[in-house]
């Protein structure tokens, strides 16, 4: 069958919580619908690449399933009965009821909750308008990028890194810790150019082999959790086999006799057993990136899932910093740009408006925090009432057996502004219909690149659908806010913080979609000094310092942490019950839980599963296809078992967030991970669950 011809053809971005950020061409139909959706060619980072699940776009936005009008729950909790209202009906009940939660039990009862679903900084952000205005309780963003933000900060001093358009000038590429072709395909993009024109390597660090290091020249298949150890001892390599460069730490770091104490006890036959890698594979990976200058680190978060992923990450990052790889184009670190931007966001967020100084509720504490766990709500009021916009969090937050009995209660008021009937909506108050990104108008920043770009709105919202930004101002509005942000319209949003951070207008921006905020290679790669006072990057890190740099909370008595780059040996045990290690690494086709209703994306994942080592599959006499449970402390999930040798003895996993229901029994894979905030400064390590597995009865 033929595409139908498109009406034309209009530049987006891709608003979903990736890396990649894609600039996108978009046809639209002479129906006004979505067509096909493809990467923009002329864009350096995306180069016409972008994921199949996003080429796919027509399915998620005209899905029969999308909401369309406001609901109100009338039978229980979380039974699917539902009574069509009007928006006012539902903005006024809204109102009324935070109203009277608020003289109840106070403002700090409230707690407004969102995330990364869409990534457009006024339908994401906006949310903290509403908060500041009447003193609700604040949101500690820790779900995400808790553990690895910290552990780069604490190297470098500043959240940036090279442009990683440069890795097609690298002569070895380091993909440690991310499955860039399923979460961030345009790294490959750049990584294959580099092998392709300059016969690079490329290097694949993870603990499966995944559909990333099908493409390497050279992988190396970790424990989890052991990525400090691999780093420390090729450090010890290079130290030891003189590849290091001396005088570019001398005049950079903060190396010392004292670290080099340190890593001479970190040795390969050490690391070998902790990793699982054999000497052999250590010292060829320190010889090859100590032997090629140009050596670039694309470190992603997967690694930073785990109890000592901070930890992790900052080891990692250690290593160009003595081999001096940062010194040479196409050599140094990546890892996000997010805090290059220099935005000025304070009238999008209401700064202006903040009333108070409420506390800070940790994201990935939902569900302790909804079910009165004292620690945890920072012995202050229960949580009464929660809006919810940009995320699910009753699928992808660790702990699901709290997290559902808190959205369970009888005393909750929760409202769920989405585009689908997820499992958070679905145990709803009061669910509302959201827009999608081609049907508001929003700004995006690419924390994978150097960009920051604009999407319009250029379709129709079905039904009554209605953006973040307008139920935010009309909620704000309801509750006895005359401020003027809250009747403005997006598109000036978009603008006027243009105009706040010096950025060109947006009818200007709007002629190419794009802003360049690229930085000065020689600032990118710190050669005039690292982000701390004395310019030197650390091996022994501050993290009292990064705390303060980024408002970030301590969660564990800081003399625990070790003090140099190490491997930190804190991650979940297992045991004689809990003999296995799973981690719940991202499904290529679903993007957390977005995209898990689409029917291709549907069909490529499958049935929820769970990868087994075959050796381990035959002690407990497990078949490829058979139904499993694995199960901990904190709940079990029912999976089908795939045989696969690309994973170590001991080691589980589950890729992808599968809706909760898609699984029989129920409960989806986050019912076996652990809530319990991650040192130094919080996150949920996602990757790091002892459990148990067998058959199911
Ligand atoms: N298709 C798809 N794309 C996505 C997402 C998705 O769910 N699906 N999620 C999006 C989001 S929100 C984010 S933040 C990014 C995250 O993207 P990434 O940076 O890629 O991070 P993760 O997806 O958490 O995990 C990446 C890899 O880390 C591995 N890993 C887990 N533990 C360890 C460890 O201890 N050591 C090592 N070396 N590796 C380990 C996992 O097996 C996995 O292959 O991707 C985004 N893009
Ligand atoms: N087990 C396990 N759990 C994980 C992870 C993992 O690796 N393993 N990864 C974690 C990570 S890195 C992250 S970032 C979190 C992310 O988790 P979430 O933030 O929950 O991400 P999504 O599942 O993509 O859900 C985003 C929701 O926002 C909705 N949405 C999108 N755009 C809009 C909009 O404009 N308005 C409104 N109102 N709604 C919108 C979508 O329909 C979708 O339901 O999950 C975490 N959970
Ligand atoms: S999900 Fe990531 S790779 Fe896919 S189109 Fe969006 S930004 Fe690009
Ligand atoms: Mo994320």
Redesign the pocket.
């Known amino acids: 069958m033929n595409a139908p011809t498109p009406h034309h053809t209009i530049r987006s971005v891709c608003?979903?919580?990736c890396p990649s950020v894609c600039a996108l061409d978009v046809d639209i139909l002479p129906d006004g619908k979505v067509g096909r959706v493809r990467g923009a060619k002329d864009d350096p980072y995306t180069a016409g690449v972008i994921c199949e699940k996003v080429a796919r776009y027509a399915e998620r936005i005209h899905h029969p399933e999308r909401l369309t009008h406001p609901m109100r729950r009338v039978g229980p909790k979380g039974a699917g009965q539902w009574q069509r209202i009007s928006w006012d009906e539902a903005l006024d009940e809204i109102a009324t009821r935070f109203l009277e939660i608020e003289a109840a039990h106070g403002p700090e009862s409230i707690w407004p909750y969102?995330?990364?679903?869409?990534m457009?900084h006024v339908?994401?952000d906006g949310i903290e308008r509403l908060r500041a205005v009447r003193g609700y309780s604040h949101q500690y963003d820790t779900?995400?990028?808790g553990l690895a933000w910290p552990g780069y900060i604490a190297g470098t001093g500043l959240l940036g890194g090279v442009n990683p358009e440069q890795m097609a000038e690298s002569d070895c590429v380091v993909i440690w810790g991310t499955n860039a072709v399923h979460t961030q395909v345009n790294v490959m993009t750049h990584a294959m150019k580099a092998r392709k024109t300059r016969g690079a390597k490329i290097v694949v660090v993870d603990i499966y082999r995944t559909a990333t290091m099908d493409q390497a020249d050279m992988g190396l298949v970790v424990r989890p959790g052991t990525d400090g150890a691999l780093a420390t001892a090729t450090m010890h390599v290079l130290l030891r086999d003189g590849l290091a460069d001396r005088d570019y730490m001398a005049k950079y770091t903060d190396f010392s006799a004292d670290f080099e104490a340190h890593l001479r006890t970190r040795t390969p036959e050490w690391a070998s057993e902790v990793t699982g890698l054999s000497v052999a594979e250590i010292e060829a990976f320190a010889h090859l990136v100590g032997s090629t200058p140009r050596t670039f680190f694309r470190l992603g978060?997967?690694f930073s899932?785990q109890t000592n992923g901070a930890t992790a990450m900052h080891a990692a990052l250690s290593i160009p910093a003595m081999t001096g790889a940062w010194q040479h184009r196409g050599g140094g670190a990546f890892h996000s740009n997010s805090g290059t931007w220099g935005l000025d966001k304070s009238r999008l967020e209401g700064t202006h408006l903040q009333k108070g100084t409420p506390r800070l509720l940790d994201m990935s504490e939902v569900g302790p925090i909804l079910t009165g766990n004292a620690a945890a709500l920072q012995n202050g009021a229960p949580v009464h009432a929660m809006i919810?916009?940009?995320?699910?969090?009753a699928?992808?937050?660790?702990d699901q057996t709290l997290v559902r009995q808190g959205f369970l209660r009888d005393d909750l008021f929760l409202v769920?502004?989405?585009?689908?009937m997820?499992e958070?909506?679905e145990l709803a108050d009061i669910v509302?219909p959201?827009?999608?990104?081609l049907e508001?108008n929003?700004y995006y920043t690419r924390g994978g690149h150097t960009r920051i770009l604009f999407g319009p709105a250029v379709v129709e919202a079905p039904g009554e659908a209605r953006?973040?930004h307008e139920?935010i101002n009309a909620l704000a509005l309801r509750l006895g806010s005359d401020d003027p942000v809250f009747s403005t319209t997006d598109r000036e949003v978009v603008a006027e913080t243009f105009a706040r951070s010096g950025l060109p207008s947006i009818e200007e921006v709007q002629k190419t979609g794009f802003i360049d905020k690229e930085r000065p290679d020689d600032v990118a790669r710190f050669a005039n000094g690292f982000g701390w006072p004395d310019g030197r990057f650390r091996f022994e890190p501050d993290w009292d310092a990064v705390a303060k740099k980024k408002g970030y909370r301590w969660v564990c008595d800081p003399a625990i942490m070790p003090r140099f780059a190490d491997h930190w040996d804190v991650t979940e045990k297992t045991d004689a019950e809990h003999p296995f290690k799973l981690?719940?690494?991202?499904a290529r086709a679903?993007?957390?839980?977005?995209?898990?209703q689409t029917p291709g994306s549907l069909k490529r994942e499958g049935e929820p599963s769970v990868f087994i080592h075959p050796s381990d599959a035959a002690a407990q006499n497990i078949v490829d296809g058979e139904p499993v449970t694995v199960g901990n402390h904190r709940g079990e999930v029912q999976l089908t078992a795939r045989l696969f040798d690309g994973l170590p003895t001991g080691t589980l996993i589950?890729e992808?967030?599968h809706r909760n229901k898609a699984h029989r029994g129920g409960q989806?894979?986050?019912m076996?991970?652990n809530a319990q905030p991650a040192p130094p400064f919080g996150g949920?390590p996602?990757?790091d669950a002892a459990v148990w597995i067998r058959k199911s009865n």
Do not use: K
Request: contains cysteine; hydrophobic residues 35%; glycine residues 8%.
């Open positions: 608003p979903h919580d969102f995330y990364a679903g869409t457009g339908h994401r779900i995400c990028t978060y997967g899932r919810v916009q940009n995320t699910n969090p699928c992808v937050a660790p769920v502004h989405e585009q689908f997820t958070t909506a509302l959201a827009t999608m990104f508001h929003d953006s973040n139920v981690a719940t690494s991202p679903f993007l957390n839980s977005s995209f898990n589950a992808g967030l989806g894979i986050n076996l991970t949920a996602f990757h």
